[in-house]
């Protein structure tokens, strides 16, 4: 006997299963677990457990790395700002020129006026003191003066208007005449600076030296 089949009304009949259905909550995982992943490495946020889209990931990454230059340039320059506000001036070779000291200036002038006085009155010193103060202008140690001090007291006594009429000599060194000193100086009559300078040199062109003019006085009488 064959067995009945129940009859199953068609509208009754359970739908058919599709493995379509399926695929979407595998979808949904997979979107879930790479948003989650992009969000370790992004820092993108989720709404509603969804990640917002590629899109969404990749711009907020951008802002990410734009906030991150824009912070490290506003950190620039500020570190730039703080190193010329430290950094010191540069200062040109005119800024560094001190002031000039009046007092210094002062004493600087008084101190040339004073040289200056001093060489003009050499004339009025001791005619011995402007032979010893002369000696080294024409290259003579002061161990010359000796026979200098010997010759000239001999010849003159150190008198500038020391005059020899039967002569014609005349001054400290005796010139002969008196007018050859005038090539050391117009004032040779008076002025023993200008006598002597001329007997000195007179000396050297003539003996070398004081004591070699001393030498030839002992020995002849005369230089």
Avoid at 19 to 30: D, G, I, N, Q, Y
Avoid at 70 to 85: F, H, K, Q, V
Avoid at 194 to 214: H, N
């Amino acid at each position: 006997m064959s067995k009945h089949v129940k009859h199953v009304p068609k509208h009754r009949a359970a739908p058919p299963r599709h493995t379509l259905a399926k695929a979407p909550r595998k979808a949904l995982r997979t979107t879930v677990l790479l948003s989650s992943v992009a969000v370790a490495a992004t820092g993108a946020t989720i709404a509603g457990g969804l990640a917002n889209g590629p899109a969404a990931v990749t711009n907020a990454a951008a802002d990410a790395g734009s906030g991150a230059d824009a912070g490290a340039g506003a950190a620039a320059r500020g570190a730039s700002a703080a190193e010329l506000g430290d950094r010191e001036p540069t200062l040109s070779r005119s800024d560094t020129r001190e002031d000039s000291d009046p007092a210094k200036a002062a004493a600087l002038d008084a101190d040339a006026g004073q040289a200056m006085t001093q060489t003009e009155d050499l004339s009025q010193a001791d005619p011995r003191d402007i032979a010893l103060a002369l000696l080294d202008e024409f290259g003579f140690g002061q161990d010359q003066f000796g026979c200098l001090d010997s010759l000239y007291t001999r010849e003159s006594g150190w008198r500038v208007d020391a005059d020899n009429p039967s002569s014609s000599a005349y001054g400290i060194p005796q010139a002969l005449p008196g007018s050859k000193m005038s090539t050391a100086g117009a004032d040779w009559e008076t002025n023993p600076v200008t006598q002597i300078r001329w007997g000195l040199g007179y000396i050297q062109d003539r003996y070398g030296s004081p004591c070699g003019a001393w030498g030839h006085s002992e020995s002849h009488g005369w230089y």
